[in-house]
């Protein structure tokens, strides 16, 4: 029933997401190992659809033993230990062989207890322990344990279950049971050490390009590795921001992105989903690099009169490397005064009163179609006037006065230094005479 169910569900999956490229060999019952004198079915179970008719064969231990057309199962009856070994089958066209699967055959004695499992065991799986005593005999009260720790005490259920299985069910498992023989029960021990399988590993998620510059056009990855040899490719793939949903569940391991959109985008991650398994990948911090910034105009002159140099700079910090690639533009209002050039200067060599108004300046990166521009800024041009140009007269004198403020603070400076030296070689002469 559990096999067959397992079944029906992989191949629900595997005609879903991408068909399977090789077959595989199941049990029906789903247990091993199985004692001598017991009958098992080994079915060779392949999902992908073909036209061709399938011909069966089955190899044990690397050697052919059955070859038959549209007969996917192989009956052991009355199992021997001879019959001990690894199976595997195909189908005898495109399909490969499958992973080799191992029926192990015990040689039942007097109240024997063997504890089966099913031949693999994955992530998600129902699980059933079985503990098994050697047929003909009755037996009573079963205890199980798990790694030396009782997990169920005596009762009469000889089944073990466990729901939607992870690593942690992994360990070294153990049964007792009470068996009747010579007029009384024993108690005998069957043992079992269970591996649970990845269906894939904890997924990574990645950018690319990377470092993301500004306005590129980025893709988040989300990177997970297949555990079960292409037993299972069915994966959905979720992004989230902040452990906000970006992009809902659906088969596309990668997300597309705008890197302007995802300025706020700060911790990113991603989620895959297989069967009832989940598994997040750890937090990426994405930076966005800009390739430059937003540029700033500023005129070299506070204050400009009629005749005036008038000098505007479009100041703008690039990633390093990246400085020739800047070009840049000049306006005034809304008029271009200076087209994209590598200069990011814009000078008029005589300023008039008509020079006055609002500039601002574009800088463009055509490698990477990236133009920004600034805030305006305004620049007045004062006229040559009495009232200005004796504004002009002050505002030259405190040019001057402040030059030569600054002039005489660097002579005097310099003086004291001087003497602050002579006075410490004095000392240091004094010094060494005493």
Known sequence: MYLELFMLFLVSVTQAQGLESKPVVAFIPNWSPIFSGENIRLTCAYTERTSAVPTYTWYKDGEEIQHKRLENSLLIKFAETTHDGQYQCTLGFTAGLSDPVRLH????????VILQAPPYIHEGDDLKLRCHHYYGYSANL????????????WGPEAVLSFENVSHEIS????????????SQYNQHIGEA????KELFTVPEVSVSPFPVLEGDALTLHCTTSHG????FKYLLYAFYNDRKEIRQFNDFDHYYGQADQLEDFKNISCEVKGGRVRKRSKVLNIEINKDFTEPVIKPELPLMIEGDKMTLTCNTRSIPGTEQDLQFAFFKDV???QNLSLSKQYTVSHAEVKDSGNYFCEVEMSTRN????????????????SEQKNLAYELIMMRHVLSGCILIFTILFIFYHIKFIKSLEVVNEYSTAL
């Open 193 to 196: 050490s269970i591996s649970v």
């Open 228 to 231: 079960l040899s292409g037993q």
């Open 105 to 112: 055959v015990i040689n039942g004695q007097l109240g024997q």
């Open 335 to 337: 008029q271009n005064v």
């Open 370 to 385: 990236l133009t920004k521009r600034s805030k305006k800024f305004y620049v007045p041009i004062r006229g040559q006037n």
């Open 171 to 182: 360990g070294r498992y153990k049964c007792i049971k009470e068996v009747l023989y010579n």
């Open 142 to 153: 079963t205890i199980f344990y798990k790694d030396d720790t009782v997990i169920r005490d």
